[in-house]
């Protein structure tokens, strides 16, 4: 089970942190992702983090923007966006890969970001 | 980066229709390939992965085929809850996801 939180309206420029809290299995063995969803849009994976923090990955779109990371300990994952820019407005799902293979098991119900001003 | 292109984008088809929607990679992705079920306000839900490979609970109408850089979501005789858009995902290299099929009533 993902939750995720943190989506708002925040001006052009702005930052915002999102959340996404698991349940129901055992996090610290799952390497996860963010995947965002314009509004009509189609899906687009952002960022990529292994169980262990080990091993990152970003969109181009996103690098340099965004932070991926995650809390073992409280079976959280988090997503920092800074410089957001008006194309970033679309649902953030938190995504939870296969145990041994990398596809997208699980998904998160998401959360809004809208960049506006 | 590793391109997927999927097609058709729209597919009007009927209960009991045979619906073939297919994806081609940039590159070879050796079959390591997922398809997902969208609906309008949920999130995806994964069907297949490695290609061809059925996830628990997920009616065998669906299968999936393919290799290299070639793959094909079939679904044998629609039903009315297949209405819905399809999307693939390679996940070779990083993660790609092709553009979607929207599969609408007829």
């Known amino acids: 089970h993902l939750v995720e939180s943190g989506g708002d309206l925040v001006q052009p420029g702005g930052s915002l942190r999102l959340s996404c809290e698991a349940s129901g299995f055992n996090f610290n063995s799952y390497s996860m992702n963010w995947v965002r969803q314009a509004p009509g849009k189609g899906l687009e994976w952002v960022s990529h983090i292994s169980s262990t923090s080990s091993t990152i990955y970003y969109a181009d779109s996103v690098k340099g923007r965004f932070t991926i990371s995650r809390d073992n300990a409280k079976n959280s994952l988090f997503l920092q966006m800074n410089r957001l820019r008006d194309e970033d407005t679309a649902v953030y799902f938190c995504?939870?890969?296969?145990?041994?293979?990398?596809?997208?098991?699980?998904w998160g119900k998401g959360t809004l970001v809208t960049v506006s001003s | 980066d590793i391109q997927m292109a999927q097609s058709p984008s729209t597919l009007s088809a009927s209960v009991g229709d045979r619906v073939t929607i297919t994806c081609r990679a940039s590159?070879?992705?050796?079959?390591?390939l997922a398809w997902y079920q969208q609906k309008p306000g949920k999130p995806p839900k994964l069907l297949i992965s490695?290609?061809?490979n059925l996830e628990s609970g997920v009616p065998s109408r669906f299968s999936g085929s393919g290799s290299g850089t070639e793959y094909t979501l079939t679904i044998a005789s629609l039903q009315p809850d297949d209405f819905a858009t399809y999307y693939c995902?390679?996940?070779?290299?990083?993660?790609?996801f092709g553009g979607g099929t929207k599969v609408e009533v007829k």
């Open positions: 995504a939870r890969n296969g145990a041994r293979y990398l596809h997208f098991e699980d």
């Open positions: 490695k290609a061809s």
């Open positions: 590159q070879s992705i050796s079959g390591w």
């Open positions: 995902q390679q996940y070779h290299t990083y993660f790609t």
